[in-house]
Structure formats: C-alpha cells, structure tokens
C-alpha cells in the first residue's frame, strides 16, 4: 500500500532559526514528489518538484532533498519567517499515467517572533 | 492566485439535503482533481476526471459523485449530507505529463 509519513507532527521555531521537516514513502514505482506549503484555511501552494534523478532542489529559502534509495525527503527552511507559519505537505506520485498522489499528513509549522 | 476558482468560498446546509460545488480548472489544464478535507485531516482523494472522463477514483463515498463538463468546468455533488460531510473540498488542476497539480482555494461546507 502506498504510503507517506511525515515528521514531526509540528513545530515551534524561533523567527530566524532554520528547521528541516523529514518525509518517508513507500510508493512505487516513484514517479516524482512535491512539497506543498498550505496555509490555514487555503489551498496548497507548490514549493519544489523532484523526479527520480534529482536529489536537491532550492526554492528561495526553501530546499527539498531527495534519497530514491532510502525513499526519503526533507524539506529544509533556512531563517524562518513569521509568514512561514502553515502546513508544508509531501506527496508523492506513482508512474502509471494518471499522477494520483498520495499526501502525507503534514507537519504544521508554527514561527514565533 | 492559482488559476483555479471555485464556489461557492461557503457553504452552510442542513443533514440530508443536497449541495453542488463548482470548480473552474486553470486556462489549458485538461485534469480536474477534487480532494476532502476534515479539521485536523490530511488531503484525501476523491476523484479525476481528465478531459470529461473520469480517470481515477479514490475514496469517494457512493452519496458523492463530479462530472466534468465540455467547457472542463467541473461539479462535486454531495447529496444525503451527514454531520461528518463537513470539510474543506479543493479542486486541483494540472497539465498532463508533469503531475503538477494547482490548487483552488477550496469551499468550505458545514452541515448542521
């Protein structure tokens, strides 16, 4: 069954430290796995995208990683704003030509001043 | 701002009754997902419909059920509504190929 876990749950930062948010999966084939960041109350927006040969991706201060062997992710946030506060989602896609995605629960991120 | 609309952004009805919700894909995109989502929940998949067709179902209940139209506008129907029917539904649209999906910015329905 496919499946994604995410870690932690949530987490409470101090505005300016740098945090990482850990994604397993277990889907396969892999197709590709997004990171969504979703805040309260509103669709998720796209932070990166990474396919089976990329194991780095930088979006601004954010920077996913990715291990196919170890089907693995993290998603990186360097110098935490307040605005960084949400919901930050993995999912992941299985080949086989429709794209369903299989969401992680997410870890709620939550930045204090 | 996505691309995707939907409607309406709120909607408040009663058990048992019947609701429609809208959702408008971006310019060009021929998939149309809808997901649920409860309080505290994660993203669940209900159903895809690409180009009219359904695609791909997931755990949609048999009180649901979407089309797709020629214009690729899309329509969730819930109907027999429970208390636990409240949720947040999104519509995601995407371009085939990339599996980039882009998200409205959901409707909110409460059943009373």
């Known amino acids: 069954k496919n499946q994604v876990e995410q870690s932690p749950q949530s987490l409470i930062i101090l505005e300016g430290k740098n945090c990482t948010l850990q994604c397993n999966y277990t889907v396969s084939p892999f197709s590709n796995l997004r990171w969504y960041k979703q805040d309260t109350g509103r669709g998720p927006v796209s932070l990166t995208i990474?396919?089976?040969?990329?194991n780095t991706k930088s979006n601004g201060r954010y920077t996913a990683t990715l291990d196919a062997d170890t089907k693995q992710s993290s998603l990186h946030i360097t110098a935490s704003q307040l605005s960084d506060s949400a919901s930050y989602i993995c999912v992941v896609s299985a080949s086989g030509g429709s794209y369903i995605p299989t969401f992680g629960r997410g870890t709620s991120l939550i930045v204090h001043p | 701002d996505s691309g995707v609309t939907q409607t309406p952004k709120h909607l408040i009805t009663a058990t048992g009754q019947r609701v429609t919700l809208r959702c408008s894909p971006r310019?060009?995109?021929?998939?149309v997902y809808w997901y649920q989502q409860s309080l505290d929940q994660g993203l669940q998949f209900l159903i895809q419909?690409?180009?009219?067709?359904?695609?791909a179902k997931g755990n949609i209940l048999e009180r649901f059920s979407a089309q797709q139209f020629p214009d690729l506008h899309s329509e969730l129907n819930l109907s027999s509504l429970e208390l636990g029917d409240s949720a947040l539904y999104f519509c995601?649209?995407?371009?085939?190929?990339?599996?980039?999906?882009?998200f409205g910015p959901g409707t909110r329905l409460t059943v009373t």
């Open positions: 310019s060009g995109d021929l998939s």
């Open positions: 990474m396919t089976f040969s990329e």
């Open positions: 419909y690409y180009n009219g067709e359904e695609r």
């Open positions: 995601a649209s995407s371009v085939v190929g990339t599996g980039e999906q882009y």
